[in-house]
């Protein structure tokens, strides 16, 4: 985060409020020094999740009269005109509430990380031009995606306030995913910028999560996917495949509790074992319930064109 907030001076188009967000307690000793450069700092404490902190930095920027937001991981680095890029794309696409990067593996800026998502009718989620050569991309038109990685997205705050904030419960991973498809099924589009260009390493995605957020994911949406559970079911196969594949058989007792814990509809932050079934002082398993708000009627229309 100290890289990227370095970084900030030289951009082309800077934003007017930088907000830290603190979900690790790094920042604790050094808030005065942020504020003279500018930058305030937001505490999180117990690292809640990457939704949790957007939505602290929304919070806390609420009244500032900006048009737009600009979301970033601590471990994105942007080049020095990709926020000017992706603000003139906003502007010569009213329609557009998200605008995102191309995104770069960090450790091999010459090969694509994410060209954009796209999101199939089983719910499951790809990164278009994932590997590809950089080069390739660089330079080519905007165009309309599924949904853009979460590492860096501008987002117009109007389209924030049409459809509500992040959702929390996800902890990490597919949070953005649903946060754009809400956006769609309004009739926003989310637009990637390929002239916009960002570097980023991608995390340790767990067997727990991705077999948990994906079935919680598609909770949300009963009439927007097909068959829910037997691809859930498939999740966890492939997961443990991928276990066995990279010989880290812990990986199919932690698929196993996701599976569990998305059918129980159990979200928030994962348990610290598959085996635990921890409680909180209420008494209630640890991870929060996963309330579904089920999608509108034009959800119903729209099915399948993910």
Not at 153 to 182: I, N
Not at 186 to 208: D, F
Not at 258 to 274: A, E
């Amino acid at each position: 985060m100290t890289e990227l907030v370095g970084q900030i001076r030289g951009w082309s188009h800077a934003p007017r409020h930088v907000v830290v967000v603190d979900n690790s307690g790094e920042f604790a000793a050094a808030p005065a020094a942020l504020r003279a450069v500018g930058v305030d700092v937001v505490n999180s404490p117990g690292n809640p999740g990457y939704a949790a902190a957007v939505n602290a930095g929304l919070r806390y920027l609420h009244n500032s009269g900006s048009e737009h937001v600009l979301l970033a991981t601590q471990d994105a680095s942007a080049s020095p005109v990709a926020v000017e890029s992706l603000l003139r794309c906003l502007q010569a696409h009213p329609e557009a509430g998200v605008a995102a990067p191309l995104l770069l593996f960090r450790s091999n800026p010459e090969q694509v990380f994410s060209a954009g998502g796209m999101l199939d009718a089983k719910g499951r989620t790809y990164h278009g031009g994932y590997r590809a050569a950089a080069s390739q991309w660089v330079g080519q038109p905007d165009f309309d995606v599924a949904w853009a990685d979460g590492a860096f997205l501008l987002v117009r705050k109007s389209a924030l306030e049409a459809v509500g904030h992040l959702r929390e419960d996800f902890f990490l991973y597919f949070e953005e995913v649903e946060f754009q498809l809400r956006l769609r099924l309004q009739g926003w589009t989310v637009r990637l910028v390929p002239n916009a260009v960002c570097a980023q390493e991608p995390g340790n995605y767990t067997p727990y999560l991705r077999v948990r957020n994906r079935i919680l994911f598609l909770s949300i949406f009963p009439h927007y996917f097909d068959l829910r559970l037997r691809f859930s079911l498939l999740d966890f196969v492939r997961t443990c495949a991928i276990a066995i594949r990279n010989r880290r058989l812990s990986g199919i007792l932690w698929a196993w509790r996701g599976l569990q814990d998305g059918r129980k509809g159990i979200g928030g932050k994962p348990p610290s074992s598959p085996f635990r079934g921890e409680r909180n002082a209420a008494g209630r398993p640890v991870g929060a319930d996963f309330p579904v708000e089920r999608e509108t009627a034009s959800a119903q229309s729209q099915r399948g064109e993910a």
